[in-house]
């Protein structure tokens, strides 16, 4: 007697990625790939050295730098062990981490890059992914203008390398968030916008004279 096997339903969900996950095949895969390399290419040639960040750290080493609403776009599990994990979801903050356990044994100013995937949650109505890859360059331990010159003249010339002459540049700088904003509620709304970059809206908040 033979015994007939229903093959098992598979849900279309377990044939889609998760929602924000991000994949790139063929031709697209072959020029993101172009890209970074020319990236590194720049980098390496003016004395950057790339630095590999760890894809989970432990949340709680974290969590003091993160205001709330970064806390919650963190992807967060439990290993095996019971500790408080976080996904890696800014590669500059693993790396400040990483750079800071070994810094005593090099020799400043330090100059490193990276290419890294990262992951954080966007809300429903972004229409960017969750997931990113995230390219960037560091100086450490160069102050004043000849610092800031050295990373705005690097960027300027990535951009020409990549051929972006309409690139938006963004300076993550507290101080020019601070010379604009008169009150703490202020510098929360223009907080905002930039994260959103969004430039016809901040316009709208920067407050006039």
């Given at each position: 007697?033979?015994?007939?096997?229903?093959?098992?339903?598979v849900?279309?969900?377990?044939?889609?990625?998760?929602?924000?996950?991000?994949?790139?095949?063929?031709?697209?895969?072959?020029?993101?790939?172009?890209v970074?390399?020319?990236?590194?290419r720049?980098?390496?040639s003016?004395?950057y050295?790339?630095?590999?960040?760890?894809?989970?750290?432990?949340f709680d080493?974290?969590?003091q730098?993160?205001d709330?609403?970064?806390?919650?776009?963190?992807?967060?599990?439990v290993?095996?062990d019971?500790?408080?994990?976080?996904?890696?979801?800014?590669?500059?903050?693993?790396?400040?981490?990483?750079?800071?356990?070994?810094?005593d044994?090099?020799q400043?100013?330090?100059?490193v890059c990276?290419?890294?995937?990262?992951?954080?949650?966007q809300?429903?109505g972004?229409?960017?992914?969750s997931?990113?890859?995230?390219?960037?360059?560091?100086?450490?331990?160069?102050?004043?203008?000849?610092?800031?010159?050295?990373?705005?003249?690097?960027?300027?010339?990535?951009?020409?390398?990549?051929?972006?002459?309409?690139?938006?540049?963004?300076?993550g700088?507290?101080?020019?968030?601070?010379?604009?904003?008169a009150?703490?509620?202020e510098?929360?709304?223009l907080?905002?916008?930039?994260?959103?970059?969004?430039l016809?809206?901040l316009?709208?908040?920067?407050?006039?004279?």
């Amino acid at each position: 007697m033979s015994r007939s096997h229903t093959p098992p339903v598979v849900s279309n969900t377990r044939l889609q990625l998760p929602g924000g996950a991000e994949t790139l095949l063929l031709e697209d895969a072959y020029a993101h790939r172009q890209v970074v390399a020319a990236i590194d290419r720049l980098f390496t040639s003016w004395g950057y050295l790339p630095i590999q960040t760890p894809m989970v750290d432990f949340f709680d080493g974290y969590r003091q730098l993160l205001d709330d609403e970064d806390a919650r776009r963190v992807y967060r599990l439990v290993d095996r062990d019971g500790e408080l994990l976080m996904l890696r979801g800014d590669a500059t903050l693993f790396m400040a981490k990483q750079i800071g356990v070994a810094l005593d044994a090099m020799q400043l100013p330090l100059r490193v890059c990276y290419y890294d995937s990262i992951l954080r949650h966007q809300e429903g109505g972004d229409l960017s992914h969750s997931e990113f890859y995230q390219v960037g360059a560091e100086l450490v331990g160069v102050e004043g203008d000849e610092g800031d010159l050295e990373a705005l003249a690097l960027l300027c010339r990535l951009l020409d390398e990549l051929r972006l002459p309409g690139a938006v540049v963004h300076l993550g700088s507290r101080v020019l968030l601070d010379a604009f904003a008169a009150t703490e509620a202020e510098a929360d709304a223009l907080r905002h916008v930039v994260l959103s970059r969004d430039l016809h809206r901040l316009v709208e908040v920067i407050p006039t004279a």
